[in-house]
């Protein structure tokens, strides 16, 4: 695996490599990575001929009073996982390669990008559409890996892939759990054992209203009360949203006839941590 710290070196890589035989595969990611991430990489190995991860922690989805000075960076440990995995570059370019100073375009998606995570992160999904853009532009790929775990960010990407014609496939895989059903994040890290335990009232939340969600009677309103309700009810966790929406418009939904996303986030003492479940669409009763 070669490490790439500068743009025009990737690009030169990919100009070269580009032939009408290669499959690029790109996986973007901020480090820290876990089987979550590996499980992109291992996807991106099985259908890509060349395959890119990129390691780069984008200030510009960071708020004021986000994480990003504390973010975990364990950049020896990723590269040693990447090249495991059989990744063939790693991009890790520094924040002044990918934000030159004067640089000041920006991609926004603003309507799809103010809902859930959006709403309570203002500017977050514009700093990921914008550095998302550059990843695409400077590597180029047939495909991309992103995680369903980031349900509002699949639905915020999906939309600027269309918008801007970016000539790729987005690929999107499955959230990875841990054995008690914590869903991977690399801000589980930031819990305590005692959080750690709380933290599991997130995926306890969505497991309930997908078991309501059997009922004939159950409506996105009677599954948006029940997940409040598990969230409120555990000890040290503070709901930022509990929404039964559309997966593609994040719009809140009217019914269960189709495919429905169930998407919670919640502080766990001072993590905010999110989770997520596609309910499949109801099949209706003859
Ligand atoms: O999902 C992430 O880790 C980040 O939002 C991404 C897509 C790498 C952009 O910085």
Redesign the pocket.
């Known amino acids: 695996m070669q490490t790439i710290p500068t743009i025009r070196e990737m690009q030169a890589i990919v100009r070269a490599a580009k032939t009408s035989s290669t499959t690029i595969g790109l996986v973007?990611?901020?480090g820290a990575l876990h089987e979550g991430h590996l499980s992109l990489v291992r996807t991106a190995r099985a259908h890509c001929s060349h395959v890119i991860a990129t390691i780069?922690v984008?200030p510009l989805?960071f708020g004021p009073n986000e994480d990003l000075a504390k973010y975990p960076r364990t950049f020896e440990r990723d590269t040693e996982l990447l090249m495991q995995e059989g990744v063939d570059y790693l991009f890790a370019p520094s924040a002044e390669e990918m934000y030159p100073q004067g640089a000041q375009t920006l991609v926004d998606v603003p309507e799809l990008g103010n809902r859930l995570d959006g709403a309570s992160r203002p500017g977050h999904f514009r700093g990921?559409a914008t550095?998302?853009s550059k990843l695409l532009h400077i590597t180029q790929p047939d495909l991309a890996f992103?995680g369903q775990k980031?349900a509002a960010?699949v639905a915020v990407l999906r939309r600027m892939v269309r918008d801007l014609n970016f000539p790729l496939e987005m690929v999107v895989c499955p959230t990875v759990r841990e054995a008690d059903g914590l869903a991977m994040s690399s801000r589980n890290r930031y819990l305590s054992n005692e959080e750690r335990v709380q933290a599991l009232a997130l995926s306890r939340t969505l497991q309930t209203a997908k078991t309501l969600a059997q009922q004939a009677a159950a409506t996105p309103a009677t599954l948006r009360e029940a997940m409040l309700h598990t969230l409120t009810s555990t000890d040290g966790v503070r709901v930022d949203y509990a929404a039964v929406v559309d997966p593609e418009t994040l719009l809140d939904a009217d019914d269960l006839s189709r495919e429905t996303l169930l998407a919670v986030a919640a502080w766990v003492g001072t993590t905010r941590l999110i989770d997520n479940l596609l309910l499949p669409a109801r099949e209706v009763q003859p």
Request: glycine residues 0%; aromatic residues 16%.
């Open positions: 973007p990611t901020m780069f984008n989805q990921v550095v998302v992103f980031d960010q």
